[in-house]
């Protein structure tokens, strides 16, 4: 088959002629047509992610979308000819899915969702399962609550946005100025933080009582910030990005909770988890089927003979999620 694969930290993707992978009982065997690029594979491919180490020489990517070529013999719910989509690979020593087809355990895949293309639903897994763990599974939102996404056009904070939104919550979404239409078109309140202090929109949009839910999509000083804006006993404050350290006091204070997603953990030790994932993108398709989750792609569509500018796009802060597709 036809692969990607780097050789050394920060490498070119050199295009190589690999094994077809032969499915365990417990996979299926699986014809990749499309390939998103998160900015957590820019940064394995840099050698920059101790917490995503893939050994190198290797073939990369998460997330993909495609059809079921073969089938397990353990394996059920899947026939051949199924369009699927997940988050399959590209960490831990599992081939990725920069290829013209990937094994991947059939608990880590679910039906692709009718409603959307292969690219839009290969941009889903990562960022879905990631938005997904940190409002639905840690911070149980609900209707009635008010939500702030911090960089709500981000990959993870506008799947986030739609997924508050579908269990009735109010949302919130700091951008920068240029983005505030995109926020609008969901019918969410943008906030543009260059403009206004933490203090400054929390008083503005919860007349000072904070926000029930906060997820920080950033890290750093966007983190600190989230401990502030949230609601006093009440409010959770969720990080996929909770690196580093950070003062407690603020939370503290408040008498708030904190939570941290680390989405890869399924992949990086084989758990019962990965069950869990399933589940998450099969209610995820019902919602993009409903007409109520899609992802924001990037105005630009990549070939697999572009897929080092696929990466330079997203290093550089590409708007919309990139996908390569095959």
């Known amino acids: 088959m036809r692969a990607y694969v780097i050789k050394e930290p920060g490498g070119a993707f050199e295009r190589s002629e690999l094994p077809r992978p032969v499915p365990a009982a417990d996979q299926v065997l699986v014809r990749v047509l499309a390939s998103g690029v998160n900015p957590l594979d820019t940064k394995i491919r840099a050698g920059k992610a101790a917490h995503a180490h893939q050994p190198l020489p ?19 719910g899947f026939e051949i000819g199924d369009e699927v989509y997940g988050m399959v690979g590209g960490v831990g020593g599992k081939q990725g899915t920069l290829a013209e087809f ?11 969702p009718k409603s959307l293309s292969m690219r839009q639903a290969a941009a889903l897994p990562l960022i879905t399962i990631t938005a997904w763990e940190g409002l639905v599974g840690r911070a149980r939102v609900h ?10 056009a981000g990959g993870v904070g506008y799947i986030a946005i739609q997924l508050a939104q579908s269990f009735g919550a109010d949302v919130f979404a700091t951008v920068s100025a240029g983005k505030q239409g995109i926020m609008e078109e969901l019918g969410v309140i943008p906030i543009d933080y260059h403009a206004l202090s933490v203090e400054q929109y929390v008083d503005l949009h919860t007349q000072g009582q904070g926000f029930d839910i906060v997820y920080d999509t950033v890290g750093a000083a966007t983190l600190d910030a989230s401990f502030t804006a949230v609601k006093r006993y009440t409010g959770h404050v969720v990080s996929c990005l909770g690196w580093g350290t950070h003062a407690l006091a603020p939370l503290s204070f408040r008498g708030a ?12 030790m084989d758990s019962g988890q990965q069950q869990h994932h399933r589940q998450i993108l099969r209610e995820a398709a019902e919602l993009a089927d409903a007409g109520r989750l899609k992802p924001l792609l990037s105005a ?10 696929a990466h330079e796009v997203v290093e550089s802060g590409s708007l919309g999620k990139v996908v390569v597709e095959f």
Do not use: C, N, W
């Open 257 to 268: 909770t904190y939570s941290g997603v680390f989405t890869l953990m399924p992949l990086l």
């Open 300 to 309: 630009q569509r990549f070939t697999t003979d572009q897929i080092a500018l």
């Open 58 to 76: 290797a073939v990369l990517g998460l997330d993909m979308a495609g059809v079921i070529e073969q089938v397990g013999s353990d394996v059920s």
């Open 102 to 112: 990937v094994a991947a355990s059939a608990t880590l895949l679910a039906h692709k």
């Open 143 to 152: 209707g009635g609550q008010k939500v702030l996404i911090h960089a709500g």
